[in-house]
C-alpha cells in the first residue's frame, strides 16, 4: 500500500481487512497517529443499501427529501417541477456528459424583468458526497413551498435568478449507486490507462495541474489530459463564462469537513475583496450555528483545507464572480461519505440559513 501524505495533515484511508495487520504497526512504528472511524466499512455500505431497498419510495408527488434519490429520481423530480412549478421554474440542460446524460439545472426565481442577477449552486461534483445532491434539491423544495410565506425567500427570488445543478458529475453519481460507492471521479476513459475518470474539480482552467492535482490518471485527485478535458467541466464553465457579468455568487456543495471556504484555493494570497467575503462567510456559518450548534471553520481554502490547484471554486473567482465559495457539509469523518439519512433533515436544515444570509449579503452593497 502507498499513501501520498503530507506531513502535518490528515487523511481518510480505506484499507483492505486483511492489510490492517501490516498496516496498524506499520503506523505505531512511524508514530503516525491513527484512529479507526469505521471498522467494517463493507458492512456499513451494505447496512446503507438494505435500508434504501426495503424502504417503501413514494412517487413523485410526495417526493421525500429526507432520503437520497438515485439519479434517475432526480431526473424525474426536475421534469415534475418544471411542469408543476413553471412560474418559478425553468428547467434546461447546458450539455452532455461523457457517457452522454444531459446535464440538467432548474433556473429558479419570478421572471420579473428581463436581467436580474443571478447566483449558480452545483451539488455533486464528486460522486461519493450524497449529502451535496440532497442539499440542492432541499434548497429547491424550500424555495418553492416558502415563496409566499417567508419575504426573505420571496425576497431573493424576486430579486435574483438561481441556477440550480443538482448533480454536476452525473456519471460519477450514477455509478456511485450501481457499483462503487466511494467512486469520486467522473467516467471518461483513458487512451493509456485502464482507470477511468478524472476529478472533476481539478480540471478547471485555474493554476491547472499544479499543486494538490496530481497527472496520474489513476489517483482520485487527476488532473485530467488538459483543462475543461472533461465534458461536464466544459459545458458548466461555457455557461457560466456567457453569464459572468450576471452571476455574483458561486456555490458548490461537497463533503465532508464542515467547513465554508473561499479563494484562494491554489495559493495562500488573500483575494482583493476579503473583507466582503470574509464578512459573508462569519456571518453564515453563525446562521448555520443557529440551528443545531454546528460550527463551521471558515476561511481561503488553501489555509483551511489544504492546497488545491484547478478548483471550480477558484475558477468562479478568477472570471470575474465576486462571491465563490465551497460547502464542506457534515461531518468531520465519524459517518463520512455515508451520512446517514437520518442526518440530512438538519445538515440541510443548517446550510439553508447559511446561504440564505450568504444571499441577503449579496442584497445588500458591500464595500
Keep these: 500500500i502507498i499513501f501520498h501524505i503530507s506531513e502535518g495533515t490528515v487523511t481518510d484511508v480505506h484499507v483492505p481487512g ?5 498496516l496498524l504497526p506499520y503506523l505505531q512504528q512511524a508514530n503516525i497517529k491513527y484512529t479507526i472511524i469505521i471498522s467494517d466499512l463493507q458492512k456499513a455500505i451494505e447496512k446503507q443499501s438494505r435500508l434504501r431497498s426495503s424502504r417503501n419510495r413514494r412517487s413523485v408527488p410526495g417526493y421525500n427529501y429526507e432520503v437520497y ?3 434517475e429520481e432526480i431526473q424525474s423530480w426536475m421534469y415534475h417541477l418544471n411542469k408543476t412549478h413553471s412560474d418559478l421554474v425553468h428547467m434546461f440542460s447546458v450539455g452532455k456528459s461523457y457517457e452522454g446524460r444531459p446535464l440538467f439545472v432548474l433556473k429558479l426565481g419570478k421572471r420579473s424583468r428581463p436581467y436580474k442577477r443571478a447566483v449558480w449552486i452545483d451539488c455533486g461534483i464528486h460522486a461519493r458526497e450524497w449529502i451535496g445532491p440532497a442539499f440542492c434539491q432541499w434548497f429547491v423544495k424550500e424555495a418553492l413551498q416558502t415563496y409566499q410565506s417567508d419575504p426573505a ?5 424576486n430579486q435574483l435568478y438561481f441556477y440550480i445543478m443538482p448533480v454536476f458529475n ?3 453519481y ?3 449507486w450501481t457499483h462503487d460507492r466511494f467512486w469520486r471521479k467522473t467516467r471518461s476513459k483513458n487512451s493509456q490507462f485502464r482507470c477511468h475518470g478524472v476529478d472533476a474539480n481539478r480540471n478547471w482552467k485555474v493554476k491547472w495541474c499544479d499543486e494538490g492535482a496530481s497527472f496520474h490518471p489513476c489517483d482520485d485527485t487527476y488532473c485530467g489530459p488538459f483543462p475543461e478535458s472533461e465534458p461536464e467541466v466544459k459545458a458548466v464553465a461555457h455557461f457560466l463564462r456567457k453569464r459572468r457579468k450576471q452571476i455574483k455568487a458561486y456555490l458548490s456543495f461537497h463533503a465532508y469537513a464542515q467547513m465554508l471556504l473561499y479563494p484562494y484555493s491554489y495559493k495562500y494570497a488573500t483575494i482583493p475583496n476579503f473583507s466582503c467575503v470574509e464578512s459573508a462567510a462569519y456571518n453564515a456559518v453563525n446562521a448555520l450555528q443557529s440551528a443545531y450548534g454546528i460550527r463551521y471553520r471558515y476561511g481561503p481554502a488553501s489555509s483551511t483545507l489544504y492546497v488545491s490547484s484547478g478548483s471550480s471554486m477558484d475558477w468562479a473567482y478568477k472570471n470575474g464572480i465576486p462571491y465563490a ?4 457539509l457534515r461531518d468531520t469523518g465519524h459517518f463520512g461519505f455515508l451520512l446517514p439519512e437520518i442526518l ?3 445538515t440541510c436544515t443548517e446550510t439553508m440559513l447559511a446561504v440564505k444570509n450568504i444571499t441577503m449579503h449579496l442584497l445588500k452593497k458591500c464595500h
Excluded: C, T, W
Design 153 to 157: 425567500m420571496r425576497r431573493m427570488l
Design 344 to 346: 440530512i433533515k438538519p
Design 170 to 172: 452525473v456519471d460519477g
Design 325 to 328: 465559495f465551497a460547502f464542506e
Design 18 to 22: 486483511n492489510s490492517s495487520q501490516i
Design 174 to 176: 450514477h455509478f456511485s
Design 69 to 71: 434519490h438515485s439519479l
